[in-house]
């Protein structure tokens, strides 16, 4: 059954003193249970507007947004962030860190621990636990930002181009890492990117947006077996999909270039 749904979602903004913005143009997405789905499209297109709405960080003019069923009013330790930019605090270390939003729904001491403990194992980061953010590299911050958005078992995580930041083989291996955390943890994911290589080789189905105003230009299933790895980036199945989501990007961006 559909785990997130979204029905003619549209989102205008009014700048001060300026003409209004159409970001957002009656978009319509589902995402079933335990699905990874990635959202790409031109610079501009409202993809983070979208997952902003989502974790109810904004609020749209018009359309529906329903989580289990539920109206999706302001935000919620149900929908986990994590964002491009490392947003952890910088006066706690890593555990309190990944404790934070278990230590604030109130669980018991013993209990907070046991999580951050599962989780710092799961990203990779033992013998990192007393560390400050500032004494960690970028990948290094992402797996924390990672494991903090994991700590309140949230019923979805969103992802707006956690590895945008990161240099290309750091890159890569937070993209195994998650592949390897989302099969152990079998969450939805709804994640943001600009890399199309990044959205096949993440995603089991990737949703193409269209320049200004974003709506769903296509809806592509990414029939490539699971577990994939290094080699997958070469294979023919991915390539053929990676022409297919390049040509519809281009388009999008010549318009967008256009205005």
Same mark, same amino acid.
């Given at each position: 059954?559909?785990? #997130?749904?979204?029905?003619? &979602?549209?989102?205008?903004?009014?700048?001060?003193?300026? !003409?209004? &913005?159409?970001?957002?143009?009656?978009? $319509?997405? /589902?995402?079933?249970?335990?699905?990874?789905? &990635?959202?790409? %499209?031109? $610079?501009?297109?409202?993809? $983070?507007t979208l997952l902003r709405l989502v974790a109810g960080l904004h609020e749209p003019s018009s359309g529906t947004m329903l989580l289990d069923g539920k109206p999706i009013e302001g935000p919620s330790a149900e929908r986990g962030m994590v964002f491009q930019?490392?947003? #952890?605090? @910088?006066? =706690?270390?890593?555990?309190?860190?990944?404790?934070? %939003? @278990?230590?604030?729904? %109130? #669980? !018991?001491?013993?209990?907070?621990?046991?999580?951050?403990?599962e989780l710092i194992a799961a990203v990779g =980061? *033992? %013998?990192?636990?007393?560390?400050? !953010? *500032?004494?960690?590299?970028?990948?290094?911050?992402?797996?924390?930002?990672?494991?903090?958005?994991?700590?309140?078992?949230?019923?979805?995580?969103?992802?707006?181009? @956690?590895?945008?930041?990161?240099?290309? +083989?750091?890159?890569?291996?937070? +993209?195994? #890492?998650?592949?390897?955390?989302?099969? /152990?943890?079998?969450?939805?994911?709804?994640?943001i990117t600009h890399d199309i290589d990044e959205a096949i080789f993440l995603g089991d189905v990737v949703h193409v947006m269209t320049a200004r105003p974003g709506r769903i230009k296509k809806s592509i299933p990414i029939d490539i077996p699971r577990p994939r790895g290094i080699d997958t980036l070469t294979s023919a199945p991915f390539m053929a999909l990676k022409r297919e989501v390049l040509g519809l990007m281009h388009a999008e961006a010549v318009l967008a270039d256009r205005g």
């Open positions: 059954m559909p785990h #997130l749904d979204l029905t003619d &979602v549209t989102v205008r903004f009014t700048p001060k003193n300026k !003409p209004q &913005v159409l970001a957002l143009d009656t978009v $319509s997405l /589902t995402v079933a249970d335990n699905m990874f789905s &990635v959202i790409v %499209g031109p $610079s501009g297109c409202g993809k $983070s930019s490392y947003t #952890l605090f @910088p006066w =706690l270390h890593v555990r309190d860190n990944i404790m934070f %939003g @278990p230590k604030l729904k %109130g #669980l !018991p001491a013993a209990d907070c621990g046991r999580i951050a403990d =980061l *033992k %013998g990192f636990e007393r560390s400050y !953010p *500032k004494e960690l590299s970028g990948g290094m911050r992402q797996r924390v930002a990672l494991a903090r958005a994991l700590a309140n078992d949230p019923k979805i995580l969103l992802m707006d181009e @956690p590895f945008g930041a990161l240099d290309s +083989q750091t890159r890569q291996l937070m +993209q195994e #890492l998650l592949l390897t955390i989302w099969q /152990t943890h079998r969450k939805t994911v709804l994640f």
